[in-house]
């Protein structure tokens, strides 16, 4: 059975009943980055709206009669929502799913597919796993090299579908049914059961997936395919952005601009000029600093050796010094008598 939030992605709220719920814990990472063990309930409803984390995306963020989930998992036809408050069997509960998330997910998470059908149908590069990350999502290409060339027409190519506002809908096969063999997948998990979801884009791709979509192309709004890294094991890593995300690395980007214009005292255009000379007389200023802190550690040393109070032992204290200018002063002292 498919929960709601895969039946109807755009729900934002439901009325749903609590099943279960039972002592647990949950591994979490904290603010200082350490990892720690957050005790709680493991809830269990009848149906739910938030999604539990699989196929690549995240779990959804939500709230269960106003009290917070913290994460949602799959345990086979059932979805567990750790809270820290109990909530008692058999009560009706309201569910909220954080909606500025879910549409993000159902963006970058269509994006994916969108971007895996074009690149396969153009150049035949097949998708072997992806992630959606919290600032950008990546999709692992098996192809030790893909081109700028390559990049350029598939970004051309899933934004002229945006544009074409093509829809996507959502089925249900049978495991025996005949289309199944005609459906893109990279094959079902160990504990699966009843029917297939296919996810499908007009004319473009099918696809067995347990996440949730927009219901057209046009919310996707724009993709921008970052560029590509090596990858694992021959494969080539693509980075990308849909929807909000582009708009909102817009905006990183043109704060960064208008920064470095103020600082740099010139236009967008001569940025990269610019910091190019301010590259090369950093280090020439560096080269003719160490030039005289050679010749400082020189002075400093025969200023010891030749002074009247030599004894055979040279204490120096240098608060700004560093190890090259103190075994400069240690060689031209000598060893002997030293």
Not at 296 to 310: E, G, I, K
Request: net charge negative; glycine share 8%; hydrophobic share 35%.
């Amino acid at each position: 059975m498919a929960f709601r939030c895969q039946r109807d992605s755009y729900a934002r709220e439901f009325t749903t009943t609590v099943v279960s719920c039972r002592p647990a814990e949950l591994q979490t990472e904290g603010s200082n980055g350490k990892k720690e063990v957050l005790s709680g309930f493991q809830v269990v409803l009848e149906d739910t709206l938030l999604f539990p984390e699989g196929g690549g995306q995240p779990d959804d963020h939500g709230t269960i009669n106003g009290i917070s989930v913290l994460r949602v998992t799959r345990r086979g036809a059932q979805a567990d929502h750790f809270t820290q408050t109990p909530l008692t069997p058999g009560t009706e509960v309201q569910v909220q799913v954080d909606w500025e998330r879910r549409f993000d997910h159902m963006q970058q998470h269509s994006g994916q597919h969108l971007i895996t059908a074009v690149a396969d149908h153009l150049f035949g590069l097949k998708t072997t796993s992806w992630e959606l990350g919290r600032l950008r999502s990546v999709i692992e290409l098996d192809s030790p090299s893909v081109t700028i060339e390559q990049v350029a027409a598939i970004e051309q190519s899933v934004n002229e579908k945006i544009r074409d506002r093509l829809p996507v809908n959502v089925r249900e096969l049978s495991l025996d049914d005949p289309e199944v063999a005609q459906v893109r997948g990279r094959g079902l998990p160990d504990d699966h059961a009843g029917p297939i979801r296919v996810v499908t884009i007009e004319n473009v791709d099918a696809n067995m997936c347990c996440g949730t979509h927009v219901s057209n192309l046009s919310d996707l709004q724009v993709i921008k395919i970052l560029g590509i890294e090596k990858g694992k094991k021959n494969k080539t890593n693509l980075a990308f952005l849909a929807g909000n995300r582009v708009l909102k690395w817009m905006e990183r980007s043109h704060g960064t601009e208008k920064a470095l214009t103020a600082l740099l005292k010139c236009g967008v255009e001569d940025h990269v000029e610019a910091v190019k000379k301010l590259q090369n007389s950093t280090k020439l200023l560096q080269k003719n600093n160490l030039n005289l802190l050679r010749d400082l550690a020189v002075h400093v040393a025969h200023s010891l050796r030749n002074s009247p109070d030599w004894g055979g032992v040279v204490t120096l204290h240098r608060k700004e010094g560093d190890s090259e200018f103190m075994n400069i002063i240690a060689n031209e002292i000598g060893s002997e008598g030293g």
